[in-house]
């Protein structure tokens, strides 16, 4: 239980188009959820924290109008990069909060999505 | 701000040896959570550990087994008997208790040695 898929697992755009990951709780509804951005060899920053019928909270640094976050239900959100570049290039991955809704529950990840900007 | 300090970029360990991963985080909080995260080659995160800053008790799951020392706000992971399904990345991350927004570590990876 408490699979959370992410789609799609990699995509290559070019630059200066958008694209779409969607977040998706398979089996359970997530009010919150969580988008992660990863360099090579780096750690999880957290770029965004989504919440079910409101607007995203962006992390200090994030671009709000080019990492626009979606969360219309409580099983998908999705992240639509804007006018992509090169420097988006990187590993985005969701995470979604548990279904028990008990705090110290540990989040659900997405398999991840690879982006490339030619 | 918390932070979350893994000192360790790389560290080997022989099969079936045991290996202890370091963590120290900064947190002005008393309660908290504390995580251990294991990412393959796959990229999946993988929930290891999880410790509950009130609880005393070193968690512990199978193999894996943590020293936390709230105090000193250490919080190491040990694994014995090391496998080869064991070699990944291993991220440390906190949460505030009240909230799922995790702080990870820079991540220590892991090579287990046949």
């Known amino acids: 239980g408490a699979v959370v898929s992410q789609h799609p697992s990699w995509v290559i755009c070019k630059s200066g188009t958008s694209v779409k990951i969607e977040c998706r709780s398979l089996?359970?509804?997530?009010?919150?959820m969580f988008w992660y951005r990863q360099f090579p060899k780096q750690s999880l920053m957290l770029m965004a924290t989504?919440?079910?019928?409101?607007?995203?909270?962006?992390e200090q640094g994030v671009e709000k109008d080019k990492f626009l976050i979606n969360h219309a239900s409580l099983t998908l959100s999705t992240l639509t990069v804007t006018s992509a570049h090169p420097e988006d290039s990187s590993f985005y991955i969701c995470?979604?909060?548990?279904?028990?809704?008990?705090?110290?529950?540990?989040?659900?990840f997405g398999n991840g999505t690879r982006l490339t900007v030619t | 701000a918390q932070t979350v300090t893994q000192s360790q970029p790389e560290m080997s360990v022989q099969e079936a040896e045991t290996v202890t991963l370091s963590c120290t985080y900064d947190?002005?909080?008393?309660?908290?959570?504390l995580f251990w995260y294991k990412q393959p080659p796959s990229r999946q995160m993988i929930l290891v550990i999880r410790?509950?800053?009130?609880?005393?008790q070193n968690a512990t799951e199978n193999r894996f087994s943590v020293n936390f020392q709230k105090a000193a706000k250490s919080f190491s992971l040990k694994i014995s008997d090391s496998q080869l399904g064991d070699a990944a990345m291993y991220f440390c991350?906190?949460?505030?208790?009240?909230?799922?927004?995790?702080?990870f570590g820079t991540g220590t990876r892991l090579k287990v040695l046949a």
């Open positions: 947190t002005s909080e008393s309660d908290y959570y």
């Open positions: 410790q509950e800053a009130y609880k005393q």
């Open positions: 989504s919440n079910e019928g409101s607007k995203a909270t962006y």
């Open positions: 995470s979604a909060s548990p279904p028990t809704g008990r705090m110290g529950s540990p989040l659900h």
């Open positions: 089996d359970f509804q997530a009010t919150t």
């Open positions: 991350a906190y949460s505030k208790s009240g909230t799922y927004k995790y702080i």
